[in-house]
């Protein structure tokens, strides 16, 4: 399949830019999915691609996410995403990120970077070097730092929202929570549930991780095997992707999976059968919502308190999700992606009754992401 086919298949994207510097080996793609709310915003990944469509693909589905999770999210933000390709264990250097940050900034914030798989705040310190279009720098620049406690500050706010629509009530005192993976996001997330009074169980294929959360939290803990079907009200899956697939369907005991895990859904017929089976799914990039939320706030001069606030809303988002699966009767996963094209179409033609604006020159992050 040729690049344009594939980005039909993939999305009609605007604009996708192939980044090229043969002497530095940079061979990065920048897809900019949809600018119709605001800057396209979306992490670099660097990934040792075994063929060059591999990385196009990624690159072409990972944007059009990004532009379904601003939307739902509520923020003036576009979906793009970037990805380098190479090993990012042997291949990084100070050179290729800088030369990537050219690229960048060749597209005048249309596209803000920020860190993902594969990239560091160290890496997006030498983007900084060549562009201003990048976030998630370091808090000594002015960046907001690690996003994951505003994520799983975010994901509490998901599970909130779901508890009150599944058992009439958002407080979590006495919830047994299931949370798989206690890395960045699952132990803030921990932390969280138990001041809500939750009882917590936990697996982890580190088992330091598991002794740590156990001890402080005084979480039970049981095998990586034994999680998912563990007899709990709530599953917080916060480890990897697809953990709802035809192997774990008939597992589940809970009656709510709502977590900060990406592409929690093997298929969308999953989350059909999960509606099916009487469990309510809190649709992954509304609730994992609030590290975006987070960048976003970096764009408009940081403050923790202002980013916490805005992560609060993830329990808005998430309840209007379940309101268009009950007025639609859909899926929460189809619910979630009708909430945010329905926003993309009413804002994109509210922008075209503001002509005015698009003949200035933007020069600063407030006034690009205020188009
Ligand atoms: P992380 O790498 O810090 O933590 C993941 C944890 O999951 C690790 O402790 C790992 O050992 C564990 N794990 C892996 N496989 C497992 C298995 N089979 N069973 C149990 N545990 C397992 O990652 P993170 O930043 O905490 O992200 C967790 C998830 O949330 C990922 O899917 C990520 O894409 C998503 N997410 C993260 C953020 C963020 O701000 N960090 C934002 C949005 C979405």
Redesign the pocket.
Known sequence: MGPFEMITKYGEHEEVLFCHDKNLGLKAIIAVHNTALGPALGGTRMWNYKTEEEALVDVLRLSKGMTYKAAAAGLNLGGGKAVIIGDPKTQKNEALFRAFGHFVNSLNGKYITAEDVGTSVQDMEHVFMETPWVTGIPKDFGGSGD??P??AHGVLMGIKASASEKFGTDSLKGMRVAV???????SNLVKYLVEEGAQIIV????QN?VKKISDQYGAKAVS?DE?LGVDCDIQAP????AIVNDQTITKFKCKVIAG???NQLAEARHGDQLRELGILYAPDYVV?AG?LMNVFVELEGYSPERAFEKTRKVYDNVKRVFEISKRDNIGTHTAADRVAEERIATIGRLKQRHPGKSSRTFTTLREVYNR
């Open positions: 996003p994951s505003y994520t798989q993976g206690l890395g960045n996001v699952g697996a982890d294929i580190d991780r990586v999680i916060c480890a990897m992707g900060g895990a990406n994992n590290g």
